[in-house]
């Protein structure tokens, strides 16, 4: 092979370099759910936590044009409990820990929701 | 086995067709969904109108107090701060007569009339001009007449503010909250960069309640609906004589006041 020194360890380094996603990958550790503080004495969420996990910023879109613009305040969740339509004195009045709640899965996935530039964030941190 | 140039293009699009359709398929599977049953309600407490109003009874207020009592309890309920300089945040405030009724041609008025204050509050015009100019549809008006704004919307151009005749919009240029000396936890705050104004209390409406100001001003202030010919506003309007702020613009305002 002709200038076999450069080209089988330019080959290696190239090999390295592409596959760099896959074995820094591996090496790192690996993605854990965090852990959240749930509120304590409540059961359960107005809709079931795997719906509320996956489609809570849905939720709150919708709420805000049914609230706002259709005058509609009332939510009536799919088990038939009624809840006032309100981020700060409904949600937040059951989730007072934002920073062990909200945060640390926006956090773990790196999206910052401008939600507390106006929302006011609940004071009873505990 | 011989496959004709013809036979491996038509091959090659059906194929290039599956995938694009499944993956279509799967970009609309994404799509957030409602959870099924799930209803929407107007809330049991709520105050209903077709067209709400405002009538002002300036005979009724004369101090100083008055009127702070009544901006007080406005400005707390809405985190409304408290700037000192030309950045200030109003969603009601005072003026004179000739700053207030611009169009009063009268020449020669009682010297009380000229020298009094007067509430100034957004007009939740008929006709709003904001409503017409904004071009993200932030600010719009409600079937009660009441003309609002979705912050999340509002993109801080500030053509509303251009638009309206009455002065009623502020603009944040800072975040307002440091010039916030305590916080209504039940009511959000603005941000930088967007405008704001009063909203006709309509979230005290939706659980029953008057807005503030009228709660707060023993009786100087009337709310009710413009279409009932029943209601506080009408009767007052009936029994006094009234006038509206710049009526010549035809923007027929929902702020009435009884001189």
New interface residues.
């Given amino acids: 092979m002709y200038n076999g020194k450069y080209i089988i360890p330019g080959i290696v380094i190239f090999v390295g370099l592409f596959t760099f996603p896959f074995w820094s990958n591996l090496l790192t550790p690996k993605y854990e759910r965090p852990q959240l503080a749930l509120p304590a004495g409540q059961k359960e969420c107005i809709e079931p936590a795997e719906y509320m996990r996956a489609e809570h910023m849905h939720i709150l879109d919708v709420w805000r044009d049914q609230a706002l613009r259709e005058g509609k305040r009332a939510y009536v969740a799919s088990n038939g409990k009624v809840w006032d339509i309100s981020l700060q004195n409904t949600c937040m009045k059951c989730h007072a820990n934002k920073a062990d709640f909200c945060d640390k899965c926006h956090n773990s996935n790196s999206v910052s929701p401008y939600c507390w530039d106006c929302h006011v964030a609940p004071r009873g941190n505990q | 086995m011989s496959t004709t140039r013809r036979q491996f293009l038509k091959i090659a699009g059906l194929s290039v067709f599956g995938l694009g359709a499944s993956t279509a398929l799967d970009a609309a599977d994404a799509v ?13 407490k ?1 105050l209903a109108a077709k067209r709400w109003a405002m009538v002002i009874d300036t005979r009724k207020l004369e101090s100083r107090e008055d009127y702070a009592r009544i901006i007080d309890a406005c400005h707390k309920v809405h ?1 409304v701060p408290s700037i000192p300089t030309k950045q200030e945040i109003k969603w009601i405030w005072t003026d004179k007569y000739d700053r207030v009724f611009t169009d009063d041609m009268s020449q020669h008025l009682s010297p009380a009339v000229r020298e009094k204050d007067y509430l100034l509050l957004c007009n939740h015009c008929e006709n709003p001009p904001c409503v017409r100019v904004c071009p993200t549809k932030a600010t ?1 008006k ?3 007449g009441i003309v ?1 704004m ?3 919307r509002c993109i801080g151009c500030r053509f509303c503010m251009a638009g309206c005749p009455y002065g009623a919009r502020s603009f944040n240029f800072g975040d307002p909250r440091p010039y916030l000396k305590e ?10 960069g967007v405008v704001e104004k009063c909203t006709f209390c309509s979230e005290r409406l ?1 659980v029953g309640l008057l807005p503030a100001c009228v709660e707060a001003s023993n009786g100087a202030i009337l709310f009710g609906d413009l279409d009932d010919p029943n209601s506080p506003v009408r009767k007052a309007l009936a029994e006094n004589f009234s006038i509206r702020r710049k009526p010549s613009i035809g923007t027929q305002p929902g702020v009435y006041y009884i001189v």
């Fill in positions: 957030a969904k409602d959870m099924p049953g799930a209803k929407y309600e107007v809330g049991g709520h985190n719009f409600r079937a009660d609002v979705d912050y999340h916080v209504n936890p039940a009511f959000p705050t603005r941000m930088r939706e």
